[in-house]
C-alpha cells in the first residue's frame, strides 16, 4: 500500500480555487509533522504549508491569506484548500511527512516521506 496519495489536481484560471487532498496509511497516518510542497518546473522544491498534527499550521509568505492545511485524523487525510490561485502557483505539489523537531510545530525541512506529486496548473 502506497503511504501517500494525493488527488485533486488539475488546470484552473487565475484567481480559481483547487483543493487537493492526500490519503495516508500505515506509520504515514500517524506522523505528527506532514506537509505539502511544490516544484516547477526548472526549480527547486519548496514547502508550501505544514501542520503540526491538526493545528500548528506554518505557511510560506506567498501562500499566507490563499491556502489552507487541514487535516482529519478520523479519515487519515491532509487537505491543502488553495484560493485565488495564480499562475506563480502552477507546479507538480506533494504531499510529504516528516520529523517532529519542535513541539508544536514542523519546519520545511527534513521531510523524508513523499507522495508521487499532482499537478496544479494555473492559467492567465
Known amino acids: 500500500q502506497v503511504p501517500l496519495v494525493e488527488s485533486g489536481g488539475g488546470t484552473v484560471q487565475a484567481g480559481g480555487s483547487l483543493r487537493l487532498s492526500c490519503a495516508a496509511s500505515g506509520s504515514a497516518s500517524k506522523s505528527q509533522c506532514m506537509g505539502w510542497f511544490r516544484q516547477a518546473p526548472g526549480k527547486e522544491r519548496e514547502g508550501v504549508a505544514t501542520?503540526?498534527?491538526?493545528?500548528?499550521?506554518h505557511y510560506r509568505d506567498s501562500v499566507k491569506g490563499r491556502f489552507t492545511i487541514s487535516r482529519d485524523t478520523a479519515k487519515n487525510t491532509l487537505s491543502l484548500q488553495m484560493n485565488s490561485l495564480q499562475p506563480e502557483d502552477t507546479a507538480v505539489y506533494y504531499c510529504?511527512?516528516?520529523?517532529?523537531?519542535?513541539?508544536?510545530?514542523?519546519?520545511?525541512?527534513?521531510?523524508?516521506?513523499w507522495g508521487q506529486g499532482v499537478q496544479v496548473t494555473v492559467s492567465s
Open positions: 501542520l503540526y498534527l491538526t493545528f500548528g499550521t
Open positions: 510529504a511527512t516528516g520529523p517532529t523537531l519542535a513541539a508544536g510545530f514542523c519546519p520545511f525541512k527534513d521531510f523524508n516521506l
